[in-house]
Structure formats: C-alpha cells, structure tokens
C-alpha cells in the first residue's frame, strides 16, 4: 500500500471504532503529524512503518511539568 492508503486506512477505522479508541487516537496523531510534517513526509514514514513495524509518534520538547508543549517532530518508534 501507498502512504496515502495507509493514511486514509488508518482514519477509516477510527471512523468507525469510534472516538476514545486507540485507533481512533492513532487517527488523530497522523492527522497531527501531517500537519507538523505534510503529506509527503507522512506518507514515507508510514509506508516505512509498515516495512519496519514500527508506529508513527510525535516528539515533544522538554518542557516544564505545567506547561502544554505542542509536539515539534515526528519520529518512528
């Protein structure tokens, strides 16, 4: 599968799992994601996700225990 399939796979079950469900979650960190990296990047990491196993994440500052750091970096883990 393309990048782009695996993306709009990814979203589809979120859709239907429904909100509060770790797809549903996943949904919305590739959604994240793609607005911190855009498409193309997205879609090379996921299509290398799913070679290696590995899940899409986002990275985040360090950052005071009271604040709400935005994430600045996608990374595979």
């Known amino acids: 599968m393309t990048g782009k399939q695996l993306?709009?796979?990814y979203q589809f079950v979120a859709q239907?799992?429904?909100f509060g469900s770790n797809e549903f979650q996943y949904g919305n960190l590739l959604y994240q994601a793609l607005k911190i990296e855009g498409e193309e990047k997205i879609f090379q990491?996921?299509?290398e996700?799913?070679?290696?196993?590995?899940?899409?994440?986002?990275?985040?500052?360090?950052?005071?225990?009271?604040?709400?750091?935005e994430p600045h970096k996608v990374i595979l883990i």
């Open 49 to 69: 996700a799913e070679k290696t196993g590995k899940r899409v994440a986002l990275e985040y500052p360090a950052a005071p225990v009271e604040s709400y750091p």
């Open 7 to 9: 993306f709009d796979q």
């Open 16 to 18: 239907i799992n429904g």
């Open 45 to 47: 990491l996921l299509e």
